[in-house]
C-alpha cells in the first residue's frame, strides 16, 4: 500500500457491544467509503429513514462524558471518540460506520475490538492522494486549570497529554506518543476507559454509565486498583488520554500534521483546540502527501516539550 494514497476498507466488518451509558446492545459495522468521503456515520434503527452524517468538528454538539455527534434533528451517536481513534490511528481515510443505537458500543474500553474489526475488513489504497491539515502556527485554548494546544511540527502529528488526577492512586502521568498504524496498535489502542469507584456510583444513581462494568472501566478507589487482572501499561490512563485526543482531533475531517499538547484536558478541550485551529485560515493549510513530506522550515517547531497537571474527577464531566 503506498503511503501518498487515500485509503479505505476492502469490506464490512461488524462488532457488537453495549452503550457505556444505556446498558443496551448495539451494533457498529464499518465499511468502505469514497474517496473523499472522510468518516460517515449512518444511524439505523430509527423510526423512517436512515441518518447520515459526517464526522467534523462542526458536527458536534456534546462533549460531556463523552464527544456527541448530531445535526439540527438532535445527538445522532455518542462516544464516537474510540472508532475514530481507531481508523484515525490505522491509516484510514475514508470509511462508514454504521450504528444501530445512539452510541458506540464500549467494547472493553479501548481501541482495540475496533481494530480488530478493520484487519479483518482489509485495508486497500484508493486512486487518490492523500491530503493532511498542516497547522502552520500555534493556537491555545484555556478552559479553567485545562490548557491545550496545536503547534507547527516536522515529523507527522505528535501528541503529548498530562495527567494529574487527585486521586493518589492515579496520580500525575504523562505521554508523549508519535503516530502510526504500528505505534497506534502496540501503544495506545488497547489503553482502555477509567473512572474512580465513587463517581461511577454517582453517575449510576443519576442513570448514566449503566453499560459501564469492570470488563470495560479501569476502576479504582481512593487506595488502589480494583480490576483483578491488573493495568495493561503503568501509565494506561494517559494513554488513554492520547487515544481519546487521537479520535476529537480525528474530526478535523483530515488527518493533522502538527503537535498537539494537553494538560488537565478532556474531549471539551480536544474538541475547543480544534474548533479555534479551524476557525483561524491563517494557522492551517491542506497539503498533499508529497507537500507533507517537504514542511516549510519557517513553519515547523524543533524542540517537543510538556505542560501543566490536570485535577478532575475520572469518569466525571469531559472525562473518558
Same mark, same amino acid.
Given at each position: 500500500?503506498?503511503?501518498?494514497?487515500?485509503?479505505? &476498507?476492502?469490506?464490512? @466488518?461488524?462488532?457488537?457491544?453495549?452503550?457505556?451509558?444505556?446498558?443496551?446492545?448495539?451494533?457498529?459495522?464499518?465499511?468502505?467509503?469514497?474517496?473523499?468521503?472522510?468518516?460517515?456515520?449512518?444511524?439505523?434503527?430509527?423510526?423512517?429513514?436512515?441518518? !447520515? #452524517?459526517?464526522?467534523?468538528?462542526?458536527?458536534?454538539?456534546?462533549?460531556?462524558?463523552?464527544?456527541?455527534?448530531?445535526?439540527?434533528?438532535?445527538?445522532?451517536?455518542?462516544?464516537?471518540?474510540?472508532?475514530? @481513534?481507531?481508523? *484515525?490511528?490505522?491509516?484510514? %481515510?475514508?470509511?462508514?460506520?454504521?450504528? %444501530?443505537?445512539?452510541?458506540?458500543? #464500549?467494547?472493553?474500553?479501548?481501541?482495540?475490538?475496533?481494530?480488530?474489526?478493520?484487519?479483518?475488513?482489509?485495508?486497500?489504497?484508493?486512486?487518490?492522494?492523500? =491530503?493532511?491539515?498542516?497547522? &502552520?502556527?500555534?493556537?491555545?485554548?484555556?478552559?479553567?486549570?485545562?490548557?491545550?494546544?496545536? =503547534?507547527?511540527?516536522?515529523?507527522?502529528?505528535?501528541?503529548?497529554? !498530562?495527567?494529574?488526577?487527585?486521586?493518589?492512586?492515579?496520580?500525575?502521568?504523562?505521554?508523549?506518543?508519535?503516530?502510526?498504524?504500528?505505534?497506534? *496498535? =502496540?501503544?495506545?489502542?488497547?489503553?482502555?476507559?477509567?473512572?474512580?469507584?465513587?463517581?461511577?456510583? =454517582?453517575?449510576?444513581?443519576?442513570?448514566?454509565?449503566?453499560?459501564?462494568?469492570? !470488563?470495560?472501566?479501569?476502576?479504582?478507589?481512593?487506595?488502589?486498583?480494583?480490576?483483578?487482572?491488573?493495568?495493561?501499561?503503568?501509565?494506561?490512563?494517559?494513554?488513554?488520554?492520547?487515544?481519546?485526543?487521537?479520535?476529537?482531533?480525528?474530526?478535523?475531517?483530515?488527518?493533522?500534521?502538527?503537535?498537539?499538547?494537553?494538560?488537565?484536558?478532556?474531549?471539551?478541550?480536544?474538541?475547543?483546540?480544534?474548533?479555534?485551529?479551524?476557525?483561524?485560515?491563517?494557522?492551517?493549510?491542506?497539503?498533499? +502527501? !508529497?507537500?507533507?513530506? *517537504?514542511? +516549510? *522550515?519557517?513553519?515547523?517547531?524543533?524542540?517537543?516539550?510538556?505542560?501543566?497537571?490536570?485535577?478532575?474527577?475520572?469518569?466525571?464531566?469531559?472525562?473518558?
Amino acid at each position: 500500500m503506498k503511503l501518498n494514497r487515500q485509503t479505505t &476498507l476492502r469490506s464490512q @466488518a461488524t462488532v457488537t457491544g453495549v452503550g457505556v451509558h444505556s446498558g443496551l446492545p448495539v451494533h457498529l459495522t464499518l465499511g468502505p467509503a469514497p474517496v473523499d468521503a472522510g468518516f460517515i456515520f449512518i444511524r439505523t434503527g430509527l423510526e423512517g429513514a436512515d441518518r !447520515e #452524517i459526517q464526522a467534523t468538528a462542526d458536527a458536534v454538539i456534546a462533549t460531556e462524558f463523552a464527544t456527541v455527534l448530531g445535526d439540527r434533528q438532535g445527538p445522532l451517536v455518542s462516544t464516537a471518540e474510540h472508532v475514530l @481513534a481507531a481508523l *484515525r490511528g490505522m491509516g484510514i %481515510d475514508n470509511a462508514t460506520i454504521e450504528v %444501530d443505537g445512539p452510541e458506540v458500543p #464500549i467494547m472493553d474500553g479501548s481501541a482495540a475490538a475496533f481494530v480488530a474489526a478493520i484487519d479483518q475488513a482489509g485495508i486497500v489504497s484508493q486512486p487518490a492522494v492523500r =491530503r493532511f491539515i498542516q497547522v &502552520l502556527k500555534p493556537v491555545q485554548v484555556k478552559i479553567g486549570d485545562s490548557v491545550g494546544e496545536l =503547534r507547527p511540527f516536522a515529523g507527522g502529528f505528535r501528541a503529548e497529554i !498530562e495527567i494529574d488526577f487527585t486521586n493518589p492512586v492515579i496520580g500525575r502521568q504523562s505521554y508523549s506518543f508519535d503516530l502510526s498504524p504500528e505505534r497506534f *496498535r =502496540r501503544e495506545v489502542s488497547r489503553a482502555r476507559t477509567f473512572g474512580c469507584m465513587n463517581d461511577v456510583a =454517582r453517575l449510576w444513581g443519576a442513570g448514566f454509565a449503566l453499560g459501564a462494568s469492570f !470488563e470495560n472501566t479501569v476502576v479504582f478507589d481512593e487506595t488502589r486498583l480494583l480490576n483483578t487482572e491488573g493495568l495493561r501499561y503503568s501509565d494506561e490512563c494517559a494513554r488513554h488520554k492520547v487515544l481519546d485526543a487521537i479520535g476529537d482531533l480525528a474530526l478535523a475531517g483530515l488527518p493533522l500534521l502538527g503537535i498537539y499538547r494537553s494538560s488537565r484536558g478532556g474531549h471539551k478541550l480536544n474538541n475547543a483546540v480544534l474548533k479555534t485551529l479551524l476557525a483561524d485560515r491563517s494557522a492551517w493549510r491542506v497539503v498533499e +502527501s !508529497e507537500t507533507a513530506r *517537504r514542511p +516549510s *522550515r519557517s513553519h515547523v517547531e524543533a524542540g517537543a516539550g510538556t505542560v501543566g497537571g490536570l485535577i478532575a474527577p475520572a469518569y466525571g464531566p469531559d472525562v473518558s
